[in-house]
């Protein structure tokens, strides 16, 4: 089920008008299905080294500006590979928003259960959290996803309910979770973060981690937002080389296990308790985040 959106759904053809109109060098190669169809971006290759990227949502349409700035900045103080802007495509009768070409990252992403190296990714994704945490944050933009636990709680509160009267979570044990975090006091002010490191925007090639590719949300924020792949993606050891090579403090440590408990229950409230890969992962973060929060420090 899609969000929302008043940018119409794109297919190849539009999208090899599109490239004509704007860009005619690139009128003679080949456009084809991306490899996904998250809910900020619509992806589709452009011939063997390009990438097309359109907003889905006013959002993603917004960060187009906010990548081409910024991540040529980052990726050369960055561990891993990040997406490099090529071109930047207008509004037009084709398509009505900002849109971008990027290069080609070779990889899969992790929610298709690519072969990885689980401890040395840790290793590597805790390294690109610590690294993206001391880029100066002077001038950086506001992240869209700066303070994840603030606001309105009802929702996580109410889905905590909701799932422990069905028997799929330890209600007293998740609520410890969500107390624990709102508790932990923030020690640090914003710093970079991506944001948004669930497993789908994580790359791994020839079963190493290589790039991070979705920086729609990213600016300066909390990092416990960065923290949410220790309990979405890895393992009780795996997550402990992580925390260590991100090098937070233990009140970052806990409010990103919040984080990753309310992500988990809105992917769970979201897409229910089947098959679909995000209700999967939605479980998973609920029932790793509590298991660690049980083992204490």
């Known amino acids: ?37 998250g809910a900020g971006n619509t992806l589709f290759r452009l011939g063997d080294d390009l990438v097309v990227r359109l907003p889905r949502h006013p959002g993603s349409a917004a960060a187009v500006d906010m990548a081409v700035t910024w991540l040529p900045r980052l990726a050369p103080l960055l561990p891993l590979a990040v997406p490099t802007p090529v071109a930047v495509g207008g509004p037009d009768e084709v398509f009505p928003g900002p849109w971008a070409v990027f290069r080609w990252l070779p990889g899969s992403g992790l929610d298709t259960g690519a072969d990885v190296d689980l401890a040395a990714a840790a290793v590597r994704l805790g390294e690109f959290v610590a690294a993206l945490r001391n880029v100066e944050v002077t001038g950086a933009p506001p992240s869209l996803r700066p303070h994840p636990l603030q606001g309105d709680d009802s929702d996580v509160r109410s889905a905590i309910r909701a799932l422990g009267a069905a028997g799929v979570v330890d209600e007293a044990a998740a609520t410890a979770v969500w107390e624990d975090a709102l508790a932990a006091p923030s020690s640090r002010g914003p710093t970079w973060v991506n944001a948004d490191l669930f497993p789908m925007n994580l790359l791994a090639d020839r079963g190493a981690l290589v790039a991070v590719i979705d920086f729609d949300l990213m600016g300066a924020g909390d990092s416990a937002v960065d923290m949410v792949p220790a309990w979405t993606l890895l393992t009780a050891r795996t997550r402990a080389l992580f925390r260590e090579a991100s090098g937070v403090d233990e009140a970052t440590w806990g409010r990103g296990r919040g984080w990753a408990l309310k992500a988990g229950l809105g992917a769970v409230r979201r897409y229910g308790l089947g098959d679909h890969p995000r209700a999967v992962e939605g479980r998973r973060a609920v029932a790793e985040a509590i298991a660690d929060h049980r083992q204490g420090p």
């Open 1 to 37: 089920m899609g969000l929302p959106s008043p940018f119409p759904r794109v297919d190849l053809s539009t999208v090899r008008e599109l490239v004509s109109r704007q860009f005619p060098r690139w009128a003679a190669l080949p456009v084809t299905e991306g490899p996904s169809d």
